[in-house]
């Protein structure tokens, strides 16, 4: 028996694989763009506007008590990171240590909210996540804000 009919099917399933590559490869990072990411425990805008669409999580601002009452993702707690032992008494009160937490700040380059996630961990608060894109990229997708 004859090889090419075997590498004619082995050409044909290569070439096969190439073309959906890409297609798969574009499904995988479409799904894991929706979901947290679970090493760093960071949210992307989709899943942190999920969260907040459905109210399962407390949002936290990590911003300065003064940019919080100038504009602030709707329903958000001011807790900064500059004030957090002063405020982080109420906060307590208010909010339990099994409270999925969503943290953010200004944007990406803001270390803000990954200090105040800490803060919160080291105070028994394990279920923190950061919204890295922040402030910024929540207003430019025009979702809810109070001012």
């Not at 297609?23 to 760093?40: D, G, I, N």
């Not at 990590?62 to 990171?81: F, M, P, Q, V």
Request: hydrophobic share 35%; glycine share 6%; net charge positive.
């Amino acid at each position: 028996m004859s090889g090419k009919p075997l590498r004619r099917k082995l050409i044909v399933s290569l070439l096969l694989l190439s073309y959906l590559s890409p297609a798969v490869t574009q499904l995988h990072a479409a799904t894991s763009v929706a979901l947290p990411k679970e090493e760093s425990g960071e949210l992307d805008i989709s899943a942190a506007k999920a969260l907040f669409d459905t109210h399962s999580a407390c949002f936290v601002d990590a911003r300065s008590e003064y940019s919080y009452y100038n504009s602030h993702i709707k329903g958000a707690i001011s807790l900064s990171d500059s004030r957090f032992d002063d405020q982080f008494p109420d906060f307590r009160q208010k909010i339990t240590t099994e409270t999925l937490i969503v943290v953010y700040c200004v944007g990406p380059g803001c270390p803000k909210a990954r200090h105040v996630a800490e803060k919160l961990k080291k105070n028994s608060y394990r279920n923190v996540k950061v919204f890295s894109g922040g402030l910024v990229e929540w207003s430019h997708a025009g979702f809810p804000m109070e001012r």
